[in-house]
């Protein structure tokens, strides 16, 4: 099941989030203030009511820009990753946003396949190094729709 992340979450989401993307140095509380946002929306997949993966998306600037998904690597190969991706996909899609975008080290073909299968092209590489590693823009395609307030 996916739905919003909650409060209760933010400690399991600061492990998740610290494991796959330490360099955001990102806290709980600093996850909490995320969730408050009204230019962020964070997304959990639960499976028997536990969380098994997230979603981040950022809405700012008339721009859809995932910023993180991520999945426990006990985890990874149900197809919980490709479900965060279509769901965030379809949300921005809701919200009125043409496409979507990412980012994504050069070397992570894991990612990449993920982004591949879900929609995803390259675009381009990105102006600077994130965690001393080459990055490529990603972006999808959504089409006109509405949107939703």
């Not at 929306?41 to 993180?68: C, Q, R, S, W």
């Not at 070397?107 to 390259?122: H, I, M, P």
């Not at 381009?124 to 006109?144: M, P, T």
């Amino acid at each position: 099941m996916i739905s919003r992340a909650e409060e209760k979450d933010a400690p399991m989401l600061e492990k998740l989030i610290g494991n796959e993307f330490a360099y955001k140095g990102l806290t709980a509380q600093k996850i909490l203030e995320r969730m408050k946002s009204a230019q962020i929306a964070i997304f959990k997949k639960t499976v028997g009511g536990k969380l098994v993966g997230f979603v981040e998306l950022d809405m700012k600037g008339g721009e859809a820009f995932m910023n993180a998904v991520g999945v426990l690597e006990g985890q990874r190969g149900k197809g919980h990753g490709s479900e965060l991706v279509e769901y965030i996909s379809q949300f921005a899609r809701g919200q009125g946003f043409e496409k979507i975008g990412l980012l994504v080290k050069r070397d992570n073909e894991q990612a990449k396949k993920l982004y591949s299968r879900t929609g995803f092209r390259f675009v381009k590489y990105y102006r600077k190094v994130i965690d001393n590693s080459v990055v490529e823009v990603w972006e999808k395609a959504l089409g006109k729709n509405l949107k939703i307030a």
